[in-house]
């Protein structure tokens, strides 16, 4: 018991001698100062690190959450449309292609995003200046619709490894432009993605191919709208042919895989009445379990054709999270300085 | 559950509240430890409102002070003032034993009281009180700005930084210059 009251007797003499504080900002630790800046939505982080450059350098160190952003071309500009905690927080309209280009520098900078979706259009032509000056974006689903294909797969190129799913539109995809990507170490390695639109017919056998040298995981989920008619046939002939077809009917083709215990089932989507879907056709590819049973299929395709093309069925729009108007709505539009 | 008293050796701090004992099992009577500030006023807490201050908890939790013993060696906090510290102690005593909510609405809204009670916090270690505050704080510069900011929270411009820079270096110099002639006359 001596000892302990010692050492409290010692310790409290060392609280004694603490220093007592100033009260302004520039007197906080900047332990403290990280802390609240992380309370702050951007607006507020914007506006302080335009104060001075201690400053800037602080709120510049700090990762901000959103678990919506949606950067999109509208009338020759950027329109930056920010939430956090499902509050919309921030709204910006760039004047001219170098502020838009600094500003999604600096969002991919700081930002960690559950959802990001990016339509460029046709807004950025010096593709190497994407590649050489972005850095990289942290961000858990990316949906990359409307773009220029080489932008699409230059901002591909600058998503970090963790990423989820990646939601594309491919009406601008060529054969050699799906090679590009298949090449991208996330794109190999990724959960889910999806290509909306394609207008060629040799993705399904290519990313199951991709899959086959990759020895890919089981739940590898891959879909596609296809407006061509012979994705599915091209892909039962190329599998026939080196001997892979474990089954197939109309509606589904499953192979084998290098690994005896995974295989890849392809689905094709289905009307409800049975009828196949004349204006773009639904297929999923999935890496399964060689164990699955034909009688464990799913036949309900509705909810996996609604997550490639949720406008689609009707009666699901109005639970959609991601509609645009929902997204306009909730903003206020302000001006910023970053 | 605390008392506050004016001086460590004036009036005996009150006796702990005990619960009625239980038909069941009698319960241990809670332990209770003494605080005081810049102000040397002796606030009075119970162990399990301490438990929010990891700084305090870790030093108390193997300890075994008798009450009397917790009373002759309160423990100082020479850098925190009297009234943020009972504000710290009050905060411990409401929220003893409790979830806390996600928000607390009875902070200071003055900025050199904010601030304080932020440090103090921080250097208490209580973390969910720290993120109150912080948040607090960052509601302060919503909606103004930069130049708001900077005046709110006293930040000095980049030009400002510079020339108190410029300034102390040259003071340090000259200090410097200083004592090089006079350590030179004592060598003479």
Redesign the interface.
């Known amino acids: 018991?001596s000892s302990?009251?010692k050492i409290?007797?010692e310790?409290?003499k060392k609280?004694?001698?603490?220093?007592?504080?100033d009260?302004?900002?520039?007197?906080?630790?900047a332990?403290?100062k990280l802390?609240?800046?992380?309370?702050?939505?951007l607006n507020?982080r914007l506006?302080?690190r335009?104060?001075?450059?201690?400053?800037r350098s602080l709120v510049d160190s700090q990762k901000i959450k959103f678990n919506k952003g949606l950067i999109r071309k509208s009338c020759g500009d950027l329109v930056f449309l920010l939430s956090r905690d499902d509050k919309y927080t921030f709204a910006k309209r760039s004047k001219g292609i170098n502020e838009a280009f600094e500003l999604i520098k600096y969002i991919g900078k700081i930002g960690v995003f559950e959802n990001l979706e990016i339509s460029f259009g046709y807004l950025f032509t010096d593709t190497k200046k994407l590649i050489t000056d972005l850095g990289l974006f942290t961000v858990k689903n990316i949906e990359l619709t409307y773009c220029n294909i080489d932008n699409m797969i230059d901002v591909l190129r600058k998503v970090k490894n963790d990423v989820e799913s990646i939601k594309m539109g491919g009406d601008t995809m060529t054969a050699e432009k799906l090679a590009e990507i298949l090449e991208i170490s996330h794109v190999q390695n990724v959960p889910y993605w999806h290509i909306l639109n394609y207008e060629q017919t040799d993705c399904l056998y290519k990313v199951a191919q991709m899959w086959i040298d990759r020895n890919s995981k089981i739940g590898s989920t891959f879909q596609a709208s296809v407006y061509q008619l012979g994705s599915f046939e091209k892909f039962s002939r190329h599998f026939n042919d080196r001997d892979r077809l474990v089954s197939m009917n109309e509606k589904r083709v499953r192979i084998r895989t290098n690994k005896p215990d995974h295989h890849i089932l392809l689905e094709r989507g289905f009307e409800e009445d049975g009828e196949i879907h004349l204006y773009g056709q639904y297929f999923r590819l999935m890496v399964i379990s060689a164990e699955l049973k034909e009688s464990e299929y799913n036949d309900n395709c509705k909810e996996w054709i609604y997550k490639i093309n949720p406008e689609i069925y009707k009666e699901y729009d109005s639970a959609s999270p991601y509609s645009y108007d929902e997204y306009y709505e909730g903003f206020g539009w302000g001006s910023f300085?970053y | 559950m605390s008392s506050t008293e004016q001086g460590t050796s004036s009036a005996a701090p009150a006796e702990p509240t005990t619960a009625p004992e239980s038909a069941a099992a009698p319960e241990v009577p809670e332990s209770f430890y003494y605080v005081h500030g810049k102000d040397k006023v002796v606030h009075k807490v119970s162990a399990g409102a301490l438990q929010h201050s990891a700084l305090i908890h870790g030093m108390i939790s193997n300890l075994g002070y008798t009450e009397e013993q917790a009373k002759a060696n309160p423990f100082p906090f020479e850098n925190i003032d009297g009234d943020i510290l009972q504000m710290v102690v009050d905060w411990c005593n409401q929220h003893k034993g409790k979830p806390t909510p996600p928000e607390d609405t009875n902070l200071p809204k003055q900025k050199e009281k904010l601030f304080d009670l932020v440090l103090a916090v921080n250097y208490l270690e209580i973390k969910e009180l720290l993120t109150y505050c912080c948040k607090q704080v960052a509601m302060m510069v919503k909606g103004k700005s930069p130049e708001e900011i900077r005046e709110i929270w006293m930040i000095p411009t980049d030009a400002e930084d510079e020339a108190a820079e410029k300034e102390a270096k040259k003071r340090a110099g000259k200090e410097a210059a200083g004592e090089t002639a006079a350590a030179a006359g004592d060598a003479k």
């Open positions: 018991m302990d009251l409290v007797t310790m409290t609280w004694s001698i603490g220093p007592i504080y009260t302004n900002w520039c007197d906080m630790p332990e403290i802390e609240c800046i992380g309370k702050m939505a507020e506006l302080l335009c104060t001075a450059k201690a400053e300085v």
